[in-house]
């Protein structure tokens, strides 16, 4: 499922999540939206969804919900100090706007048996201790934090690194 509409992460009709193990967040961004972050969280974590349809009372089911957040924003998720939803990357532009490159991947991935081979490969992965809670902290992430912190956090995060890399006055 591809989400593009924030307000869907709240309590607005989000029957489109019932059932969803992949839902592919594009442009979805939350800076400022309290009720949206919180929302986005909850799914992410929390082991029951609430589904609201319309003309249909309220019911809960079993989240399976794992999400991929896409963005041409600097700031596309709210991480806190000690984040541990999320695994924030940087994704390279070398191939921006190189339709031949993603035609011919997109070619493979069809007609070459691409999904039966990612699909093998994914199963190969040893996954003993793996923790969902334990993503890897990455620059990013950092930068994700320091984005979605108040003033007076992004200040001092601000003045240490001054501090740390020699360049106060």
């Known amino acids: 499922y591809a989400e593009r509409n924030q307000k869907h992460f709240g309590?607005?009709?989000n029957h489109q999540f019932e059932g969803s193990i992949l839902?592919?967040?594009?442009?979805?961004v939350f800076p400022g939206d309290k009720a949206a972050i919180s929302a986005l969280k909850g799914l992410i974590t929390?082991?029951?969804?609430?589904?609201?349809?319309?003309?249909?009372?309220?019911?809960?089911?079993?989240?399976?919900?794992?999400?991929?957040?896409?963005?041409?924003?600097?700031?596309?998720?709210?991480?806190?100090?000690?984040?541990r939803r999320a695994f924030v990357v940087r994704v390279s532009d070398c191939?921006?706007?190189?339709?031949?490159?993603f035609a011919e991947l997109e070619r493979r991935m069809v007609e070459d048996g691409g999904?039966?081979?990612?699909?093998?490969?994914?199963?190969q992965e040893d996954?003993?201790?793996?923790?969902?809670?334990?993503?890897?902290?990455?620059?990013?992430?950092?930068?994700?934090?320091?984005?979605?912190a108040e003033p007076e956090i992004r200040f001092l995060?601000?003045?240490?690194?001054?501090?740390?890399?020699g360049t106060m006055r």
């Open 11 to 13: 309590n607005s009709f």
């Open 23 to 28: 839902v592919f967040c594009d442009e979805a």
């Open 46 to 83: 929390e082991d029951t969804l609430t589904i609201n349809r319309k003309y249909v009372a309220p019911y809960q089911v079993s989240n399976h919900a794992n999400l991929i957040i896409a963005s041409n924003n600097a700031e596309v998720f709210p991480a806190g100090p000690n984040e």
């Open 95 to 101: 191939h921006r706007q190189d339709k031949a490159y």
């Open 115 to 123: 999904y039966e081979a990612l699909a093998w490969s994914l199963q």
């Open 127 to 148: 996954t003993t201790g793996f923790l969902e809670e334990s993503a890897p902290r990455t620059q990013e992430l950092a930068e994700q934090f320091e984005m979605a």
């Open 157 to 165: 995060i601000k003045e240490l690194n001054d501090r740390t890399l």
